[in-house]
Structures are given as structure tokens and as C-alpha cells.
């Protein structure tokens, strides 16, 4: 179950990137703009091709990395939140406990 928050994270994390990269590539040459939309590492390795658009292009991934970073851990913390409602009602001592605890309680208490 981890493991598929942290895939859903991180697909957040892309998702966001893409979605923020691209009003940032103003001036870019078109291939490495198009490259720089692919991910933050293929944005780094096609900047020192742009001349001097090098710095340009690798702020604009960092900050659209930024940008995506910050969606995804909003996002986990929604999700938190929920689970910490849902743990809060339903806890140990809330209306729903399973049967199956009710039984071992009883088996557990000293016969008087």
C-alpha cells in the first residue's frame, strides 16, 4: 500500500512539472524546450546545448520541479488528513469495533 502512495506521489510530482514547465520555456529553442518537458533530469542535460538560454531552461526546471513537489505533498497532506479523521472516529474506543475483539475480550476476563 506504500509503495502506491509513493508511485501516486510521484506521478503527482510530474504531473505538476509538465503542467508548470511549460509557460516557463519563453525563449527556449524549441528542442530543448521540448526536451525540458520530458522531466527535470532531460532539462538539465539539454540546457548546455541552448547557449545562452542554459541558465534560463534550468531555472525554469527547477522551479517547475518546485511547483510539482509542492502539489504532490498538498495532495499528501489531504490524504493524511482524512486518514487521521478517519482514525480519530473510528478509533479503539468509536462505535464500529469488530466482533471479532469483542470475543477476545471476553475469553481474556478471570471466569468469577
Known amino acids: 500500500?506504500?509503495?502506491?502512495?509513493v508511485a501516486?506521489?510521484?506521478?503527482?510530482?510530474?504531473?505538476?512539472y509538465r503542467a508548470a514547465v511549460g509557460?516557463?520555456?519563453?525563449?527556449v529553442p524549441?528542442?530543448?524546450a521540448d526536451s525540458a518537458r520530458e522531466?527535470?533530469?532531460d532539462a538539465?542535460?539539454?540546457?548546455?546545448?541552448t547557449g545562452g538560454h542554459a541558465q534560463d531552461l534550468v531555472r525554469a526546471a527547477r522551479e517547475s520541479f518546485?511547483?510539482?513537489r509542492r502539489?504532490?505533498?498538498?495532495?499528501?497532506?489531504a490524504v493524511m488528513a482524512v486518514l487521521l479523521v478517519h482514525v480519530a472516529l473510528r478509533g479503539p474506543d468509536g462505535p464500529h469495533r469488530a466482533p471479532a475483539d469483542e470475543g477476545e475480550d471476553a475469553e481474556a476476563a478471570p471466569a468469577r
Open 1 to 5: 500500500m506504500a509503495a502506491a502512495g
Open 8 to 16: 501516486l506521489l510521484g506521478a503527482l510530482v510530474a504531473s505538476g
Open 23 to 27: 509557460d516557463r520555456l519563453d525563449g
Open 30 to 32: 524549441r528542442e530543448a
Open 39 to 41: 522531466g527535470i533530469a
Open 44 to 49: 538539465v542535460e539539454a540546457a548546455p546545448a
Open 66 to 68: 518546485v511547483e510539482g
Open 71 to 77: 502539489q504532490a505533498m498538498w495532495a499528501g497532506v
